[in-house]
């Protein structure tokens, strides 16, 4: 698939002239889209194709579809919108944080932040990582079935609260988990009424209580000094300089670590959770990434340097991206008019691209419902037909800036449960397939763990 040319601003089309359609009067299609995202996408892109409009939240879409879209979106036009417009829904959640800062204070920010999540400080978290999930899973061959949405969940964010803001204890993690529960479930929601018995003021009650405990926490640790020796992402992000010598701001570390801990529990638990789904229902995979694994330890222990050298675990991990990416669709406000597939997209419109769709296209990926590591491996190597063919974790200027922590983290955690398991899962994969609405099916994830010799 090629790169379109540009045309002239005679000969495009205009926005009105995009198929789709803007629904009821005053609402638009924004119920049908709340009510159900994925099948919202799915429905619209069969009837409409790769590029379509609607009316939602009182805002103009265009959804962009493929890989030449993502290119567009995320890189060549990034600087034709805004990342911070397009989740403006999401900062009643995450504040101020990196995802809602545009130009250079994003560009600074996240070079301050960069080494919390590469180099030494990645290396230094695989000890952590290791450890907790080996306590967490011990008991679970003991268990009838085991949930695996709960359970990753849990895991996760006893892993991103140790690591992210040094939260050691049982009971803050509990009370955590709560308020982080309540704190994204009622964001989301359509109805924004900030009173106490609402979803939303519950969610709002919620971050109060985070914002406080945060502050609580730092109060401690510069109490405590020695923040160049912290070895978590509070402490790093505390200690922080950047070129001109300035610190980050209390509520900018308090954004950025609620935003964190958020995307470092929530995003990878759910892919967490198919990847051992789909493990469960493809036991062939889990053999030969238990044999890759002896080959390459023999009988030595999990260190960094192994990670890499485990190529069908990286395509795993590749797979899962693609049948269910961290995120479906990526918002942006369009600040400048653009250009696609002969349209003009004018600015104060909104525009949506979607990796979901993308990792399913046929002409991308050969049977994209089916469960295929092999896909990424050579000869085949499906995913470099299109150096934006696979974006789940976004690309450009504003892609996941957690992508290696992620990546450490899923690959230890299956690790973990591949040398101490093998396990079968309900339901059945046949009967959900294709599985094109993950979300919907994801909480009745359930395996049942067996001891390996």
Not at 57 to 62: D, V
Not at 407 to 430: D, H
Request: charged share 25%.
């Amino acid at each position: 698939m090629t790169a379109q040319a540009p045309q002239s601003s005679r000969s495009l089309k205009s926005p009105e002239e995009i198929p789709g359609s803007y629904g009821l009067p005053l609402i638009g299609e924004t119920i049908e889209l709340f009510r159900d995202e994925e099948l919202f996408y799915w429905r619209h892109f069969h009837k409409y194709g790769s590029i379509f409009k609607t009316r939602a939240m009182g805002k103009n879409f265009a959804f962009l579809i493929g890989p030449e879209a993502n290119r567009l979106v995320m890189m060549e036009q990034a600087d034709h919108v805004s990342t911070t417009l397009g989740w403006e829904f999401l900062r009643p959640v995450f504040g101020n944080g990196l995802l809602f800062m545009e130009g250079e204070k994003h560009r600074a920010t996240r070079r301050l932040m960069y080494p919390a999540f590469h180099g030494r400080a990645i290396a230094s978290y695989f000890d952590t990582i290791q450890s907790v999930a080996q306590d967490f899973v011990q008991d679970w061959a003991t268990r009838e079935t085991v949930n695996l949405l709960t359970e990753f969940r849990r895991l996760t964010l006893v892993i991103a609260c140790r690591l992210f803001i040094g939260t050691q204890t049982a009971s803050e993690v509990g009370q955590t988990s709560q308020w982080f529960s309540q704190l994204v479930k009622g964001g989301l929601s359509i109805l924004r009424l900030d009173i106490p018995w609402t979803p939303y003021g519950r969610s709002q009650h919620a971050r109060q209580k985070l914002t406080e405990f945060m502050r609580s926490v730092i109060a401690e640790r510069q109490r405590q000094g020695n923040l160049q020796e912290s070895r978590d992402v509070l402490g790093l992000l505390l200690a922080a300089v950047d070129e001109d010598g300035n610190h980050l701001s209390e509520s900018e570390v308090i954004d950025h670590a609620l935003f964190m801990l958020v995307a470092g529990h929530e995003t990878t638990s759910n892919l967490l959770s198919w990847l051992v789904y789909e493990l469960g229902a493809h036991p062939e995979w889990q053999s030969r990434l238990r044999s890759e694994q002896d080959a390459i330890l023999k009988d030595a222990p999990l260190d960094m340097t192994h990670l890499k050298q485990l190529s069908h675990l990286t395509n795993v991990l590749k797979e899962g991206e693609r049948l269910y990416p961290p995120v479906y669709g990526m918002p942006r406000g369009v600040v400048k008019d653009i250009e696609y597939a002969g349209y003009r997209i004018p600015a104060g419109w909104y525009v949506d691209v979607s990796p979901m769709l993308t990792h399913r296209l046929p002409e991308l990926y050969a049977e994209p419902d089916r469960f295929d590591p092999d896909r990424f491996a050579p000869p085949r190597e499906e995913d470099k037909q299109h150096p934006f063919a696979l974006v789940g974790f976004g690309s450009g200027p504003h892609g996941c800036l957690g992508f290696e922590f992620a990546q450490m983290e899923m690959r230890v955690i299956l690790l973990t449960l591949l040398r101490q398991y093998s396990w079968t899962v309900t339901p059945e994969r046949e009967s959900i397939a294709p599985m094109r609405q993950p979300s919907k099916l994801m909480k009745n994830l359930q395996a049942r763990f067996t001891l390996v010799n």
